[in-house]
């Protein structure tokens, strides 16, 4: 590992992965990355009554008897299910406006913060065993491999630019969706 990456100093509280060790809803986070959700069919149902239903309509839906006798869903009121959509990060939408470039339909620009994301990421205790802060080196009888970015010569080069105690954080940006014409 590199000697100068990761180290954290100063701090008279615990750190991230301190506070996520901590957390009182840790074992849920481990074994189910849609809680506070039960499931991937509950997050659905709940992406879908909040993008659709305003509250008092998805107070009515969750009164229903047969959503009540199913056990569809562990939700039991809008207010619950708003608390925990707030916990995710934001929708942001912008149109976007072309000089000398007219289209039949607005052009609208649909993403997410990406430090909103990257903290709700790591404030997220399901992916702490999957992320890695300190590049390294792999030898396998005497030559080196290359896998992981965090393993390859230019995470060492950026790491030795960087202060005593810091570290590197990459984050990839993709998007779902890109229309070429």
Not at 56 to 84: D, N, P
Request: include cysteine.
């Amino acid at each position: 590992y590199h000697p100068e990456s990761g180290s954290i100093y100063g701090f008279d509280h615990p750190n991230t992965f301190q506070r996520m060790k901590n957390h009182e809803y840790k074992a849920h986070w481990e074994h189910n990355v849609y809680y506070p959700f039960t499931d991937r069919d509950e997050w659905d149902l709940a992406k879908f009554l909040s993008d659709n239903l305003n509250q008092g309509q998805i107070t009515h839906f969750l009164k229903l008897s047969w959503v009540r006798s199913t056990e569809t869903t562990s939700i039991q009121m809008a207010q619950q299910l708003f608390t925990f959509m707030d916990t995710l990060p934001k929708w942001h939408c912008m149109t976007i406006q072309t000089e000398g470039y007219i289209t039949t339909h607005p052009v609208h620009l649909i993403w997410h913060d990406a430090l909103e994301v990257t903290q709700h990421i790591f404030g997220n205790p399901a992916f702490t065993n999957n992320m890695e802060f300190n590049p390294y080196e792999i030898y396998n009888n005497g030559e080196q491999e290359y896998s992981e970015l965090m393993s390859s010569l230019h995470a060492h080069d950026i790491q030795d630019q960087l202060s005593w105690g810091a570290t590197i954080v990459p984050i990839v940006l993709a998007s779902d969706k890109t229309l070429v014409t």
